[in-house]
């Protein structure tokens, strides 16, 4: 009786599985594995939130695959010793998983290939951590895009295969063994860290919630910081609870519609450059701002972290990420600027202090954005452009709703200066109840000041 094992990862999902599908086919037998690697479960930059994710997600996907007749298989340790062990043990023709290009994936991906190979059992990788895989988007020349809308048009112009069915039976066999399914405190989180509920079952309940009806006003509230207004899809798509495939194919060609796939597309963007150049997760994309003599910690990073730079938008953000482990995508952008440009501190130290929060953190996306926000990257914010927090506050937050929502310091301060408080007199600031100095931070350092200064050290130390 054929046997195969479909090896999960960022594919914790039935629908659009295209590498569960093909086991299904070909095998009379098929072994869901899910092996907990410990240098990702207990990495240093592993958010809580997102390992009480994972443990909602492997139940829920365990649920679902035992209505199929089928069950999901754990095993702890290192997947090149584990998969082709379990290969062996269950006498598996073939190994089938989705390809992960980002770099701890595609190194690992290449171990287990090579351990299967000398055991002489075969593999096959299929796509579905993203809808176009890394390499299959380049230009004329056969190079990959170095800019998003080009690349964007090459990948519309590829066109979009509709999602898999879902398989009708997953068979496993009654005599393999599993560990037990782990539960948050199992992988060193608690209830306490729980973001969202995780799984394809809630994630495709937030796909809908979204389709039917937030979307018709994404492109205008998107940005609107207190709105409601994003998808908060970014967790079930780092982990393949909800496939980007299917998420596609809830789309129509009205304007906020395409605003939401062009999001689409960055991600699969990043996930392109990142494979491209996998250097790129540790150094700066272009090599006109490597051995920038950025800042390191500190107090000012101390004061970012912790939301008390004195400018309430980037306070907010701050806080928000905090208290919930996700930030607005607006925000995100608002307090990496202020990060990399105001206070001249290293893009890493943001990028991982995001890793080490965010419920969504995704490494193409995570350091994508990152780069951007530094000016570093492909596609990126120039070195010049550098946001006006004040202003931006002014723009996205106009009524101070998501400011007093995050810092409750400021909840008495009227609108015409809750994004500016220290233009406040002193007995404004009494009346207000939030007295600078006491109450709330004094800025952290002068916008108008620290922009010039970020011009000037640009423009002094980026190579020629």
């Not at 994404?218 to 798509?237: E, I, K």
Request: proline share 7%; glycine share 8%; with cysteine.
């Amino acid at each position: 009786m054929p046997t195969a094992v479909c090896w999960l990862r960022r594919d914790l999902r039935l629908h659009d599985h295209r590498a569960l599908r093909a086991a299904c086919a070909e095998a009379d037998a098929v072994v869901p594995l899910f092996v907990l690697d410990p240098a990702l479960v207990r990495g240093a930059r592993v958010s809580r939130a997102r390992l009480v994710y994972l443990s909602d997600a492997l139940a829920d996907l365990d649920a679902r695959l035992r209505r199929r007749g089928g069950r999901l298989v754990v095993r702890h340790g290192d997947p090149a010793e584990v998969v082709p062990a379990l290969a062996a043990e269950v006498g598996a023709d073939t190994v089938h998983w989705h390809r992960d290009a980002t770099p701890y994936a595609a190194t690992r991906e290449a171990r287990v290939t090579a351990a299967l190979d000398r055991e002489g059992i075969a593999h096959r990788e299929h796509d579905g951590v993203v809808i176009q895989p890394p390499g299959s988007v380049l230009t004329k020349g056969g190079a990959p895009f170095k800019v998003y809308t080009p690349f964007a048009r090459a990948w519309r112009a590829q066109g979009v295969a509709p999602p898999a069915a879902e398989p009708g039976r997953v068979a496993v066999p009654d005599a393999v063994a599993s560990a037990a399914l782990p539960a948050p405190a199992d992988l060193g989180a608690s209830e306490a860290d729980r973001a969202l509920p995780g799984g394809e079952g809630p994630g495709l309940e937030r796909l809908e919630r979204f389709l039917d009806g937030p979307i018709e006003v994404y492109d205008r509230s998107r940005d609107l910081l207190a709105t409601d207004g994003t998808s908060r899809l970014s967790a079930d798509l780092h982990y393949g609870t909800v496939s980007p495939r299917q998420v596609w194919a809830g789309l129509a060609e009205a304007d906020a519609h395409r605003a939401f796939a062009d999001e689409l597309i960055f991600r699969e963007f990043y996930h392109h450059v990142l494979a491209a150049w996998p250097e790129t997760a540790a150094t700066e994309w272009s090599a006109r701002f490597r051995d920038l003599p950025w800042g390191g910690p500190g107090p000012e990073l101390d004061a970012w972290a912790a939301g008390r730079t004195g400018y309430p938008i980037v306070d907010a953000g701050m806080r928000q990420l905090a208290a919930t482990s996700w930030m607005h995508n607006r925000a995100r952008m608002i307090v990496a600027s202020f990060l990399c440009k105001d206070l001249l501190i290293d893009w890493r130290h943001g990028e991982a202090h995001f890793l080490r929060h965010l419920v969504d953190g995704d490494i193409a996306s995570n350091n994508g954005g990152w780069q951007w926000a530094a000016g570093t990257g492909t596609d990126a914010q120039p070195y010049f452009r550098i946001f006006n927090p004040v202003r931006q506050g002014e723009r996205f937050d106009p009524d101070g709703a998501y400011v007093r929502r995050w810092v409750p310091e400021l909840a008495e301060v009227p609108t015409r200066w809750v994004h500016a408080p220290w233009t406040l007199g002193p007995l404004e600031q009494q009346a207000a109840g939030c007295v600078l100095g006491r109450d709330y931070p004094e800025p952290i350092v002068d916008h108008a000041a620290a922009r010039q200064r970020a011009l000037d050290w640009f423009a002094t130390h980026a190579r020629d």
